[in-house]
């Protein structure tokens, strides 16, 4: 008889939102577990558009577990409909059980975390502190050797992309996990500044932490998006940089079984990148 883990095991689970910096994690850990899954993202053959819903239903179909990344974040306007519908879809379509990524210390995510606690499938949700990657992968790559952000000295838990997957892969395939929300962040708190030293030391290069002010970097900013997404980052930015953040949890390691990657190990594995 097939037990209640091994079932979850044999769930075909979709990653939404797959092109991400978690989600292609997500999708290798599972397969070298013999998961099978999908990806699907406005790239991939099957597309899904979280602002295309005529895209939702193709995307999920065949699948019994879904692991759900908003972009371009979960707190911007209109993202909790957006993803109390997918839920919904979701479980009418035969989903079980489905895994938020969600910010960390955020109440600005709530109303999107309750789209799928109140779904009627076996949940769990993963609100997680800044990324190591974005130094590397993300938005606060450097510019001539500087990384600009309006970070000042406030403390950051920094969580690498990998404990991150690997807490996804247990929520998606272990029914322990189900009803949980974990609060997942690194093993210490960095500033900014901090952190690009770390990055420097690592790579070579003559990296340097640049503090800028809102303002600053809502100029920034405008060159590349529209104003109300300057708007909506510069509020999240200073809500999330005023230090209530800045401290750690131990719930990687209650998932894992083992301490979340510290930041200078994830610089020496982002040096190469950093250096090119």
Known sequence: MTNAKNATHEMNTVILGGAGKTGRRVAERLARKGVPNRLASRSTPVPFDWQ??????????GARAAYLTYYPDLAVPGAAEQVR??????????????VLLAGRGEPQVRPAED????????????ECAFF???????????????????GGDTLEPFIDCD??????????????????????????TLSFGEAVETLAR??????????????????????????HE?????????????????HTTDDVRRVLGR??????SYARDAAGALVG
């Open 115 to 126: 789209g799928v606690r109140e779904s009627g499938a076996a949940f769990t949700i993963l």
């Open 259 to 264: 301490a979340p990657k510290d930041f200078r």
């Open 132 to 150: 190591n990657q974005n130094f590397d992968e993300g938005w606060v790559q450097p510019v001539s050797d500087v990384i600009a952000f309006p």
């Open 163 to 188: 404990d991150i997957a690997d807490v996804v892969v247990e929520a998606l395939t272990d029914p322990r996990h189900d009803g949980h929300t974990y609060e997942l962040t690194g093993p210490r």
């Open 230 to 246: 300057v708007k909506f980052f510069l509020e999240l930015f200073g809500w999330l940089m005023d230090g209530h953040n800045a």
């Open 52 to 61: 295309d819903d005529t895209t939702w239903e193709a995307a999920i179909a």
């Open 85 to 98: 519908r997918l839920s919904n879809l979701a479980v009418d379509a035969g989903v079980e059980r489905l």
């Open 202 to 227: 690592a790579s070579g290069r003559p990296l340097r932490y640049q503090a800028v002010s809102l303002d600053e970097y809502g100029e920034m900013l405008s060159d590349a998006l529209p104003p």
